[in-house]
């Protein structure tokens, strides 16, 4: 039977193959990451970074490790390390939701475990700030990581270089973004070309469709720039870029494929990345006083008469 649907709420909701359902705004070109997660897909996404991210930073050592945005992944959870937050920034979408933790509150008291055993965190954090202006001292983090907070920055060269000032020497970086190259990524860019013709799809966007994704070879080449080394970068979710979790589901052994024969190709990204400090060099007022300082006289060979050896005078 059907049922007569209200615009009031400025909703529709659409039925997809499989039996997904996912509520939209009216336009259909309005997604956010936040709300995204939430979807079948979004699901199968985060539980694959969390699996990931816990394996990376597992053997990370230092005093003090910093999550940028998106709260709901818990990526320090597996981290030993003391002092562990985690930072949002207001003006960002993927920080809806989200509410401080309480001083009395354990590091991962607020957690729940899903259907295939990833505990994903409740969204809570310690501090608020913007990513491209840190309130941390330069030299003063031993890991950032950065779950797709480039993609969302208002400016994310500023916002990696903000990153590097606040590493320490051989600090690490960890950088999660949508691959734009992936069958993900073509569906999304097929869609937004569409809406930007006139015609509108009845499916909407597959991808959030805040910020810009960054493609894995220039994000590479921006972290040279700033003298980090990548350490190793892998890619992940081959699964085709459907809605429905039970397509997904009997989709699952793409995952084991794309890993062997395609593995660029995967819809994320994750790239490790650690700060080298490779030599100083003095410059301005430490340049000029060593400039200043008296220089011995060169030593001089004279010669003398006859078979005697040369004598040299200073």
Same mark, same amino acid.
């Given at each position: 039977?059907?049922?007569?649907?209200?615009?009031?709420?400025?909703?529709?909701?659409?039925?997809?193959?499989?039996?997904?359902?996912?509520v939209m705004t009216k336009a259909g070109t309005i997604i956010g990451l936040a709300d995204w997660l939430e979807t079948p897909v979004g699901q199968y996404l985060r539980e694959w970074e969390q699996q990931q991210v816990e394996i990376l930073v597992a053997d990370v050592f230092g005093f003090h490790a910093v999550q940028l945005g998106l709260p709901k992944l818990d990526g320090l959870h597996a981290n030993r390390m003391p002092h562990?937050?985690?930072?949002?920034?207001?003006?960002? !979408?993927?920080?809806?939701?989200?509410?401080? +933790?309480?001083a009395?509150?354990? %590091?991962?008291? &607020? $957690?729940? *475990?899903?259907?295939?055993?990833?505990?994903?965190?409740?969204?809570?954090?310690?501090?608020?700030?913007?990513?491209?202006?840190l309130p941390f001292q330069s030299r003063s983090l031993d890991l950032v990581l950065l779950p797709h907070a480039l993609?969302?920055?208002?400016?994310?060269?500023?916002?990696?270089?903000?990153?590097e000032r606040v590493l320490v020497p051989e600090g690490k970086v960890i950088i999660i973004g949508f691959n734009p190259a992936s069958l993900w990524g073509l569906r999304h860019r097929g869609s937004k070309l569409l809406s930007r013709l006139g015609a509108r799809s009845s499916e909407g966007p597959f991808l959030p469709t805040e910020g !810009?994704?960054?493609?894995?070879?220039?994000? +590479?080449?921006?972290?040279?720039? %700033?003298?980090? &080394? $990548?350490? *190793?970068?892998?890619?992940?979710?081959?699964?085709?870029?459907?809605?429905s979790e039970k397509w997904l589901s009997r989709y699952g052994w793409m995952d084991r494929l794309g890993q062997r024969w395609w593995p660029v190709f995967g819809a994320v990204y994750l790239l490790v990345a650690v700060k080298?400090?490779?030599?100083?060099?003095?410059?301005?007022?430490?340049r000029e006083a060593l400039n200043s300082q008296p220089k011995a006289a060169p030593a001089v060979s004279v010669h003398q008469r006859g078979d005697a050896p040369p004598r040299i005078e200073l």
């Open positions: 039977m059907t049922k007569n649907l209200s615009w009031n709420t400025r909703e529709s909701v659409s039925i997809w193959a499989g039996g997904a359902i996912s562990r937050w985690y930072a949002i920034d207001p003006g960002r !979408e993927d920080a809806q939701g989200a509410t401080p +933790r309480r009395s509150q354990s %590091l991962h008291e &607020e $957690v729940r *475990t899903n259907s295939s055993g990833v505990a994903p965190r409740t969204a809570t954090f310690d501090l608020q700030c913007e990513f491209d202006a993609e969302l920055a208002r400016d994310p060269h500023l916002a990696l270089s903000e990153v !810009e994704f960054i493609a894995y070879g220039r994000l +590479r080449d921006w972290l040279r720039l %700033l003298s980090f &080394e $990548v350490e *190793t970068g892998q890619f992940g979710c081959y699964r085709p870029a459907l809605r080298r400090v490779r030599g100083m060099r003095l410059v301005g007022l430490a």
